[in-house]
């Protein structure tokens, strides 16, 4: 038979090979020698699905890695079934199994550059006269559903301090350090988790992999992993930890005296008696040489300008903007201080409305930012999470005298941000649970009495109800956001009156400008008050060409807050390019949050790099250090969006001005911090729209000069988002439908404030829109 099972009987197979098979080790296997009476062992770490070529021929492949060589660089070739070999292969080989392979056909492969394995891969067929034999290990399956494997190969797992680069091992380790699985720049999840053992060596490793489920569920710092097949390299002379075909991992909670459980949505793994030895060797350890700390704050604990990691119950979520998200969440405590409660529509506010209502003491909203909105938006209401490095602010608002406590998760993955799901199985979680049923909701309401309270006094008459309909039918589109004591007056009123004054009016737009609405976009300078067009992309080209001629500076490179690497193009011109990447804490960061410099690159160079990383500089380099480029161009990048600096106001400074940015526990790169440290006048992106307003009285233009208020869209982003700029035209077309009747046109209702403009010449009164907002519901 072709393919055969071969069972295990108290370690040895119950039926013999063909004693003419002689083994073959995985580096013998090389093309121009004789397989013929060969067979290569291995076990299989990786299979993909059963799938037809274009000839209707059935393909199976999997991925075998040589057990008796598996610290070597290259220790695992690819196999390629075909037929019905490929077909019943597909059937009964599971991973974990050891596979027999006689009667090969050894071809090259032409991925191995890209997979990392033998630069061979073995072809089997019936028709070639192949067999494969395969070891089958009886597997049990617990009640929970997590299978372990009775009989198992037997596992060597390497120390730290033995790691040797480009080799694929088994270990353990103590989490020192975590971030919680994100989205990657790509479609992938990651997460970076930084271990320790009893070696006392550190090891970094970077993990991807396209299902979140199958990224190690690590809960705190503290826990131990296991993790089988990680490949190991080095980088900058530490090591580091990435994951590769097959890659494994199981969790287990690492305090003394817990139960040995390990945490994977794997249904078949292997977990040996004596492996639960070496996870209470570790547990000891980690409790006298870690410094692990205690259980995650509680509400009632916190304090302004705290960073803490909080166990919670999500009661509640919504939308805020395109870069923010709403999370409401309670813990059964409550805060010592008046916390801020986002506005959002009740509409948009996901959740039990009672529950709410109830809770509404206890709960506190947390703003999250960036990369975790994705994650926030997919959570369930009534889940259970442990949000990691959790930002308090004190502020109060500009019309309140009382100062109240903001939560917020910032973007970015420094210092382990991020959310993470737990269990209702988690011990930390069967706590709190417990603890939130005891709670006593004394404020409690059902929703009878709170639809009661309501409703009660709202229409007082038939009449009133059918008035407050009609005036339902000539909504605004647009919101007023402040002075609301103002009444309206109208424009022939306004045009009559002295400046300066504050009016709030309602209006029809009859014609606005520009119609190309891009041109709206300016750069504004809020010291000088000057406004300037935003250069064209050929601009910042020919600045970054011109920049090319200054060569880097060998001597800059390699300082104490930033990492250099240089290389020159292989063109004609050999232009040399200088990378210099900012360390924290003496490491480099993961490239989200990591900001560079870079000298003699050109803008496809700069842009792909945005992509990658936070935060790109563009410099050149001086006797002394390195230094900005002429603020024609942008003075820094951050992923499509172009910073400029304004010519006139700036002194710029030495780029080594960054380094106090450096230093700070979690600096957090913001366009207006690096501009403020490199003495850059930062330039604020601005819509200017002139429109042209009418009441039936009067007419006036009034001019709208806003960031980002009244069309709830950045002026920032307009100019690299194609959807941005729809969504501004579809609201421009609302606001002024084109080829409408004037009498047919949408109400506005608006605050416009009058002001003087004097020169030398003439005194004129212009007009501007503030405090005003387009409706959500217009687009």
């Given at each position: 038979?072709?393919?055969?099972?071969?069972?295990?009987?108290?370690?040895?197979?119950?039926?013999?090979?063909?004693?003419?098979?002689?083994?073959?080790?995985?580096?013998?296997?090389?093309?121009?020698?004789?397989?013929?009476?060969?067979?290569?062992?291995?076990?299989?770490?990786?299979?993909?699905?059963?799938?037809?070529?274009?000839?209707?021929?059935?393909?199976?492949?999997?991925?075998?890695?040589?057990?008796?060589?598996?610290?070597?660089?290259?220790?695992?070739?690819?196999?390629?079934?075909?037929?019905?070999?490929?077909?019943?292969?597909?059937?009964?080989?599971?991973?974990?199994?050891?596979?027999?392979?006689?009667?090969?056909?050894?071809?090259?492969?032409?991925?191995?550059?890209?997979?990392?394995?033998?630069?061979?891969?073995?072809?089997?067929?019936?028709?070639?006269?192949?067999?494969?034999?395969?070891?089958?290990?009886?597997?049990?399956?617990?009640?929970?559903?997590?299978?372990?494997?009775?009989?198992?190969?037997?596992?060597?797992?390497?120390?730290?301090?033995?790691?040797?680069?480009?080799?694929?091992?088994?270990?353990?380790?103590?989490?020192?350090?975590?971030?919680?699985?994100?989205?990657?720049?790509?479609?992938?999840?990651?997460?970076?988790?930084?271990?320790?053992?009893?070696?006392?060596?550190?090891?970094?490793?970077?993990?991807?992999?396209?299902?979140?489920?199958?990224?190690?569920?690590?809960?705190?710092?503290?826990?131990?992993?296991?993790?089988?097949?990680?490949?190991?390299?080095?980088?900058?002379?530490?090591?580091?930890?990435?994951?590769?075909?097959?890659?494994?991992?199981?969790?287990?909670?690492?305090?003394?005296?817990?139960?040995?459980?390990?945490?994977?949505?794997?249904?078949?793994?292997?977990?040996?008696?004596?492996?639960?030895?070496?996870?209470?060797?570790?547990?000891?350890?980690?409790?006298?040489?870690?410094?692990?700390?205690?259980?995650?704050?509680?509400?009632?604990?916190?304090?302004?300008?705290?960073?803490?990691?909080?166990?919670?119950?999500l009661i509640g979520k919504a939308k805020v903007d395109g870069s923010s998200f709403l999370l409401k969440v309670w813990d059964g405590t409550k805060c010592p201080y008046p916390t801020w409660k986002v506005p959002v529509e009740a509409r948009d506010l996901e959740g039990e409305k009672v529950l709410l209502h109830q809770l509404r003491n206890l709960t506190v909203d947390i703003l999250v930012y960036d990369n975790h909105v994705q994650l926030a938006k997919s959570?369930?209401?009534?889940?259970?999470?442990?949000?990691?490095?959790?930002?308090?602010?004190?502020?109060?608002?500009?019309?309140?005298?009382?100062?109240?406590?903001?939560?917020?998760?910032?973007?970015?993955?420094?210092?382990?941000?991020?959310?993470?799901?737990?269990?209702?199985?988690?011990?930390?979680?069967?706590?709190?649970?417990?603890?939130?049923?005891?709670?006593?909701?004394?404020?409690?309401?059902?929703?009878?009495?709170?639809?009661?309270?309501?409703?009660?006094?709202?229409?007082?008459?038939?009449?009133?109800?059918?008035?407050?309909?009609?005036?339902?039918?000539?909504?605004?589109?647009?919101?007023?956001?402040?002075?609301?004591?103002?009444?309206?007056?109208?424009?022939?009123?306004?045009?009559?009156?002295?400046?300066?004054?504050?009016?709030?009016?309602?209006?029809?737009?009859?014609?606005?400008?520009?119609?190309?609405?891009?041109?709206?976009?300016?750069?504004?300078?809020?010291?000088?008050?000057?406004?300037?067009?935003?250069?064209?992309?050929?601009?910042?080209?020919?600045?970054?060409?011109?920049?090319?001629?200054?060569?880097?500076?060998?001597?800059?490179?390699?300082?104490?807050?930033?990492?250099?690497?240089?290389?020159?193009?292989?063109?004609?011109?050999?232009?040399?390019?200088?990378?210099?990447?900012?360390?924290?804490?003496?490491?480099?960061?993961?490239?989200?949050?990591?900001?560079?410099?870079?000298?003699?690159?050109?803008?496809?160079?700069?842009?792909?790099?945005?992509?990658?990383?936070?935060?790109?500089?563009?410099?050149?380099?001086?006797?002394?250090?390195?230094?900005?480029?002429?603020?024609?161009?942008?003075?820094?990048?951050?992923?499509?969006?172009?910073?400029?600096?304004?010519?006139?106001?700036?002194?710029?400074?030495?780029?080594?001005?960054?380094?106090?940015?450096?230093?700070?526990?979690?600096?957090?790169?913001?366009?207006?911090?690096?501009?403020?440290?490199?003495?850059?006048?930062?330039?604020?992106?601005?819509?200017?729209?002139?429109?042209?307003?009418?009441?039936?009285?009067?007419?006036?233009?009034?001019?709208?000069?806003?960031?980002?208020?009244?069309?709830?869209?950045?002026?920032?982003?307009?100019?690299?988002?194609?959807?941005?700029?729809?969504?501004?035209?579809?609201?421009?077309?609302?606001?002024?439908?084109?080829?409408?009747?004037?009498?047919?046109?949408?109400?506005?209702?608006?605050f416009i404030k009058s002001y003087n403009v004097r020169d030398e010449m003439k005194h004129q009164v212009y007009y501007q829109i503030f405090d005003t907002t387009v409706a959500e519901d217009v687009v």
């Amino acid at each position: 038979m072709p393919v055969q099972l071969l069972k295990i009987i108290k370690g040895k197979s119950e039926t013999s090979l063909p004693s003419h098979l002689q083994k073959e080790d995985l580096q013998h296997l090389q093309e121009g020698f004789d397989h013929t009476n060969k067979y290569f062992q291995g076990i299989v770490i990786l299979s993909y699905p059963l799938t037809k070529l274009g000839d209707g021929t059935d393909f199976f492949k999997v991925v075998l890695q040589d057990l008796d060589n598996s610290f070597s660089r290259i220790n695992s070739i690819n196999i390629l079934i075909y037929g019905k070999m490929a077909e019943d292969c597909a059937k009964v080989i599971r991973n974990g199994d050891t596979c027999l392979v006689s009667g090969f056909k050894l071809k090259k492969s032409p991925t191995a550059k890209e997979d990392g394995r033998h630069g061979c891969h073995l072809e089997v067929s019936e028709e070639a006269g192949s067999a494969i034999y395969i070891y089958t290990v009886p597997r049990t399956t617990a009640a929970s559903e997590t299978a372990s494997l009775s009989v198992a190969p037997k596992y060597v797992y390497t120390p730290l301090n033995r790691l040797k680069d480009g080799t694929i091992v088994n270990l353990y380790g103590i989490v020192k350090f975590f971030k919680p699985p994100y989205v990657s720049k790509g479609t992938d999840y990651c997460s970076v988790v930084t271990l320790v053992d009893p070696s006392n060596v550190k090891l970094t490793c970077t993990l991807f992999n396209g299902n979140l489920d199958s990224l190690p569920k690590i809960y705190k710092v503290g826990d131990i992993v296991r993790f089988h097949r990680i490949k190991i390299r080095e980088y900058n002379g530490q090591m580091q930890g990435i994951t590769s075909a097959g890659f494994a991992s199981l969790t287990f909670d690492g305090t003394v005296g817990a139960p040995v459980v390990p945490r994977t949505s794997s249904k078949v793994y292997t977990f040996m008696d004596e492996e639960q030895k070496t996870i209470k060797e570790l547990r000891i350890w980690a409790a006298s040489n870690l410094s692990i700390s205690g259980p995650a704050a509680k509400l009632s604990d916190v304090q302004p300008m705290l960073f803490f990691d909080l166990t919670c119950q999500l009661i509640g979520k919504a939308k805020v903007d395109g870069s923010s998200f709403l999370l409401k969440v309670w813990d059964g405590t409550k805060c010592p201080y008046p916390t801020w409660k986002v506005p959002v529509e009740a509409r948009d506010l996901e959740g039990e409305k009672v529950l709410l209502h109830q809770l509404r003491n206890l709960t506190v909203d947390i703003l999250v930012y960036d990369n975790h909105v994705q994650l926030a938006k997919s959570l369930k209401i009534g889940s259970f999470l442990r949000i990691y490095s959790i930002h308090t602010k004190q502020a109060s608002a500009d019309n309140e005298d009382v100062s109240h406590l903001e939560f917020h998760l910032h973007g970015g993955t420094c210092y382990g941000r991020g959310i993470g799901v737990l269990p209702e199985s988690n011990p930390d979680i069967k706590e709190l649970k417990a603890f939130l049923e005891s709670v006593d909701l004394a404020d409690s309401q059902n929703m009878e009495s709170m639809s009661s309270l309501e409703l009660d006094g709202t229409f007082s008459s038939v009449a009133d109800l059918e008035s407050h309909l009609q005036r339902c039918q000539q909504l605004s589109v647009t919101v007023l956001t402040d002075h609301q004591y103002l009444s309206n007056t109208e424009l022939k009123t306004i045009l009559n009156s002295p400046a300066p004054q504050q009016y709030r009016i309602r209006a029809k737009l009859r014609t606005y400008e520009p119609q190309k609405l891009y041109q709206s976009i300016k750069l504004h300078c809020s010291k000088c008050n000057s406004l300037q067009e935003v250069p064209d992309g050929d601009d910042f080209d020919f600045i970054l060409r011109g920049s090319v001629v200054t060569a880097p500076n060998p001597e800059l490179h390699n300082t104490s807050w930033y990492e250099s690497v240089m290389w020159t193009t292989q063109d004609q011109k050999q232009r040399k390019i200088a990378i210099h990447f900012v360390k924290h804490d003496e490491m480099l960061q993961q490239p989200e949050d990591t900001l560079l410099m870079i000298e003699g690159g050109t803008l496809k160079e700069v842009w792909k790099l945005t992509k990658r990383f936070k935060c790109v500089i563009p410099v050149r380099s001086t006797e002394d250090d390195l230094e900005l480029l002429d603020l024609s161009a942008p003075f820094l990048l951050q992923g499509n969006i172009k910073y400029y600096g304004c010519k006139q106001c700036s002194t710029p400074k030495p780029i080594k001005s960054l380094s106090s940015i450096a230093a700070e526990q979690q600096p957090s790169w913001e366009p207006t911090e690096i501009a403020q440290a490199l003495g850059v006048e930062l330039l604020q992106y601005v819509f200017i729209m002139r429109f042209t307003l009418v009441d039936g009285t009067g007419a006036l233009n009034a001019y709208l000069f806003d960031y980002e208020k009244f069309f709830q869209i950045p002026a920032s982003e307009i100019l690299t988002n194609n959807f941005l700029q729809q969504k501004m035209q579809m609201t421009m077309n609302a606001l002024c439908p084109p080829g409408r009747k004037l009498d047919d046109l949408p109400w506005l209702e608006c605050f416009i404030k009058s002001y003087n403009v004097r020169d030398e010449m003439k005194h004129q009164v212009y007009y501007q829109i503030f405090d005003t907002t387009v409706a959500e519901d217009v687009v």
